[in-house]
Every structure is written in C-alpha cells, then in structure tokens.
C-alpha cells in the first residue's frame, strides 16, 4: 500500500538541535526511534537517521524511503566524539529508551519534527 493510501509505514523527518539553538556536532550523529511497550505499530522495528549538519534528518528502517511503521516511538540519540573510541557527547539519558524524554505518535508522515537536547 501506499503511504498516501494510508498504509502501515510514514515517512518521517525533522531537525534536531541543543536547546541554546546551536548545531549537534559529532563523528557520529544518529536519531532512533524504538517502539514502546504500547506501541500500536504492525511491526515493532526501529528506525533511524544520521544527523545532518544543519540538524535535519529523515527516518529509515533499512533503505531510503522505507519509512516508519505507524505507532509510538521512544526518540533516543547516539551522539559521539569518535566512531570507534566513542566519547558521548549528550546526556547518557537520551541514549535509552526508557530514560528518555521524548516519545512521539507516528500516525502519518511528518517533516515538522523538532528535538532540542540538553548539553552534557
């Protein structure tokens, strides 16, 4: 089916930044939606999405244009100095799914998606 047509699946953007407006800056920027324990989704697959320079970002769960499946997502984030040495560069809390603050309804496809993280 297709997305317009009111498929399973949305398709998914937005931009996220540190709350004083400045730019999230890492080796590795990454956004991840993990479904809840209550979500409603028809699959429970996470999606996720590097981080732009300019905070934008677009949700995939494999390939380009997948899409998110429709139902509630915790938001986390892997923010990291170094791919192999590591370094996290936001608060521990908005790696984990049951620690962070930010959750979000998937019900159609978005592109107004705004996150604003503390700094460590």
Do not use: N, W
Not at 24 to 45: L, M, Y
Not at 94 to 99: E, H, Q, S, V
């Amino acid at each position: 089916m297709a997305v317009g047509c009111g498929g399973p699946t949305a398709q998914v953007s937005g931009h996220a930044r540190f709350d004083d407006g400045s730019p999230i800056k890492g080796a590795v920027r990454s956004i991840i939606f993990v479904p809840t324990d209550d979500t409603t989704a028809e699959v429970r697959q996470s999606a996720s999405g590097s981080i732009a320079d300019d905070g934008s970002f677009t949700l995939v769960r494999r390939k380009a244009g997948d899409g998110v499946y429709k139902g509630k997502y915790a938001v986390t984030f892997m923010i990291l100095k170094d791919p192999k040495a590591g370094g996290l560069l936001v608060p521990e809390k908005y790696t984990f799914r049951d620690d962070t603050p930010f959750t979000v309804e998937v019900t159609g496809d978005r592109d107004d998606l705004l996150f604003e993280l503390e700094k460590p």
